[in-house]
């Protein structure tokens, strides 16, 4: 079994060094899947998040934007970069480094993006509540607006949710990819947040407080929101454990069916710019505890 993975691995690298001296590959991206599939063959494809996306659909990219404007025009590349059908929606949650003067400017360089101002600070949660009610694509993920998580993995992190596995993605930073070696503390502090969360949920997470969470639309707008900082994390969860999907065509309703992708993770230190303390922490630790026994 092994053998035949690394076999084809392999195989797949000499059938496109042959291929591409021969011809080279469609630029309009819907053909270039076509083709690397002809090519590599769907298994192998399907392997690094290259399958035929439908073509209605529509993925909402809610960013949360405090203080980066080292990061934010190079997210934005980033997120362009993914071929899928997007809708980009910026909520700057009163940023006071100049990030707030570059949306502006962006505002009449890219007009297609959806940007929404706070006119004070409010917190990660608040910026999202603001963008997921703007989102109308079918599916919802949040990008946050440093570099740590590559929006290169959209088309793996929605797989679940387009073959009609899943209702809900979360990425998960410690089940396999690669990433930044950081703060042994730190990961053990979100290891026992995920644990106790998962107490709580019954839901067998283990990356709680990943940035990386995708939704159906009608899983996020269906779910009332309160927190307004990095709380967001805990009270989703527990509010995913606890929704049921309305009964539709004839099939019943039923609790969300959540999946797990692992990401990399490339973390910043408290020098790049790193926001979160100890007191982010504390506040988790409640807000797990609140959300568990009240809405
Ligand atoms: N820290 C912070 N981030 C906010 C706020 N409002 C929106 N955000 C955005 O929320 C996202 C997550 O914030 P981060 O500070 O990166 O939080 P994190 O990734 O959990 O922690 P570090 O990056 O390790 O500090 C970023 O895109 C921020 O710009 C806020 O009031 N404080
Ligand atoms: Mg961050």
């Known amino acids: 079994m092994t053998t035949k993975a690394i076999f084809t691995y392999h195989d797949s690298f000499d059938v496109m060094d042959r291929v591409l001296d021969t011809e080279s590959p469609p630029a309009d991206d819907r053909e270039r899947v076509e083709w690397l599939i002809k090519h590599l063959g769907e ?77 004070r600070n409010q917190g990660k949660g608040a910026a999202l509540r603001t963008g997921f009610a703007k989102a109308t694509g079918q599916i919802v993920i949040v990008q946050d607006a440093d ?23 979360y990425g998960s930073r410690f089940i396999g990819e690669k990433h930044r070696v950081l703060y042994f503390w730190h990961s053990l502090a979100n290891k026992f947040l995920t644990l106790l969360s998962n107490t709580f949920t019954n839901l067998n997470l283990t990356d709680m407080e990943v940035c990386y969470k995708v939704f159906r639309r009608e899983v996020i707008q ?27 065509e004839g099939r019943p309703a039923r609790r969300c069916r959540v999946y797990e992708m692992p990401v990399s993770y490339n973390g910043r230190d408290y020098r790049e710019g790193k926001k979160i303390g100890w007191k982010d922490g504390v506040q988790a630790l409640y807000c797990i505890v609140r959300y568990a026994l009240a809405d």
């Open 43 to 119: 298994v192998f494809c399907k392997r690094v998040g290259i399958y035929r996306i439908p073509e209605d659909l529509v993925l909402s990219v809610v960013i949360p934007v405090y203080n980066e404007r080292e990061t934010i025009r190079e997210i934005l590349r980033h997120v362009r970069a993914v071929p899928i059908q997007k809708q980009i929606i910026l909520v700057d949650d009163y940023s006071t480094d100049g990030t707030r003067d570059i949306l502006k400017r962006l505002e009449t360089e890219e007009p297609d993006l959806v940007i929404a101002y706070h006119d």
């Open 147 to 169: 570099m740590e998580y590559d929006p290169a993995q959209y088309p793996q992190l929605i797989e679940p949710i387009i073959e009609g596995k899943a209702d809900v993605v």
């Open 222 to 248: 269906g779910i009332t929101l309160k927190s307004d900082r990095f709380g967001f994390e805990p009270e989703v969860t527990a509010k995913v454990a606890r929704f049921r999907m309305p009964a539709i």
